[in-house]
């Protein structure tokens, strides 16, 4: 006998390993992986110093002349929902204001309408292809909120959802209650009453039921104001639901002020963040999550301010924004054109903005995100050579094998 550890799967021939971590790409290596972790990232020649070795039950994936990264993460989406927009859709194309069809109740109250009267179990069928979506771009863990049911009930029903998903399917999911999304029609007359009730008894029954990692609110005008979303991120942070906050999306409103200052995992958007808000998310260790797509799809020329931020010192992440009305798309991958062409970002950057930092912005880092021995092997392996030529070459099906702790989950 050897003395040898045998290694469950293997990874060879790589081009470029991409690792997402301080080491930076590495040439030639080779990802050995036993018992659902990494146990070995290195030179190929290396393997039996290191204790290990590949036998005729190892599972050896040839990568020759490709790209192998960490298992993408998709850190904000939407894609528990009922009905579609895309009549909707065409009529913003043909330059009907947003407003006006919210006004005519279109908008998030359609999905309200459609989402409320699906059972759960319809939700959790149609929300099952966009997860498999997301897994062909290579997504291993993503984030899904709340937000379309908009009472107790609808809300509840939809993070059960959630939570039915993430036992069946390969992608780790990540609930988050987002109840304040906008204040439904049949509340609007008594705002008050109504944040009241998502405070004193939303956010209690949703702790207690265990279906959420995070509370997030909509601080915008038309949706909830400053006051109102600390009153409901407060509540939430009491209960044990980390804040996030979609912030300054449509005008500079002091959303991502107001998510340093409740000490938000993330800030979601950020298109119109002020300076002073850029400096007080860095303070706070707050990650920006950009969402190119839904500029791109709402037709406008809105961008967040990704080099600013960074060079403010505050972690970016990129996600989809996968959701029925201003950003239908599962494609990851194409987030990281959209961050190189209209965000200013370079290639080395969008990339770690859905691995590393991603993980980040869904208090994921110590699981998620990088290649690192000891760590799940969540890995996605790209037919395309380098880092580099991924965001470039955008809109084809560059995935080969997507692994989820150590086991072949799509590319079979």
Known sequence: MSGLRPLDLLVRGAREVFTSTAAGPLDGAVVGVRQGVIAYLGDPRGLGAAGFEATAATRTLDATGMLVTPGLV???????FAGDRAEEYGRRAAGV?????????????ATMR??????????????????????????????????????????LKMLRAVRALD???????????????????????????????????????????GLAAFCDVFVETGAFT?????????????HGLRPKVHADQLSPGGGAELAARVGAVSADHLEHVSDAGVAALAEAGTVAVLLPGAALFLGVDDRA?????????????LSTDCNPGTCMTENLLLMLTLG?????????????????????????????????????????????????????????????????????????
Not at 74 to 80: I, R, S
Not at 136 to 146: D, L, N, P, Y
């Open 305 to 317: 301010p990704a080099r600013r931020l960074i060079e403010g010192g505050v972690r970016v992440a």
């Open 226 to 238: 400053i006051a109102e979303g600390e009153a409901v991120l407060r509540a939430g942070l009491a």
């Open 74 to 80: 998709d850190p904000h989406t939407h894609l528990v």
């Open 340 to 412: 190189m062409s209209r965000l200013g970002l370079g290639a080395r950057e969008v990339l770690e903005a859905v691995t590393v930092h991603a993980a980040a912005a869904l208090g994921r880092a110590d699981v998620a995100g990088t290649l690192e021995v000891g760590r799940p092997a969540d890995v996605a392996i790209f037919a395309t050579p380098t880092h580099h030529h991924l965001p470039y070459h955008f809109g084809g099906d560059p995935t080969r094998w997507v692994i989820k702790g150590g086991r072949v989950v799509y590319g079979d």
């Open 114 to 155: 459609a989402t409320r009267e699906a059972a759960e179990d319809a939700l959790v069928a149609a929300a099952r292809p966009r997860l498999d979506a997301l897994l062909r771009c290579g997504v291993t863990t993503a984030e899904v909120k709340s937000g379309y049911g908009l009472t107790l009930e609808a809300e």
């Open 167 to 209: 036992a069946a399917h390969p992608i780790d999911l990540v609930g988050t209650f987002l109840g304040a999304h906008t204040v439904p029609p049949e509340r609007r007359a008594d705002r008050a009453a109504h944040v009241a009730e998502i405070v004193e008894a939303w956010i209690p029954a949703v702790a207690d039921a």
């Open 97 to 109: 204001p947003y407003l006006q069809i919210a006004a005519e109740g279109g908008g998030i109250a």
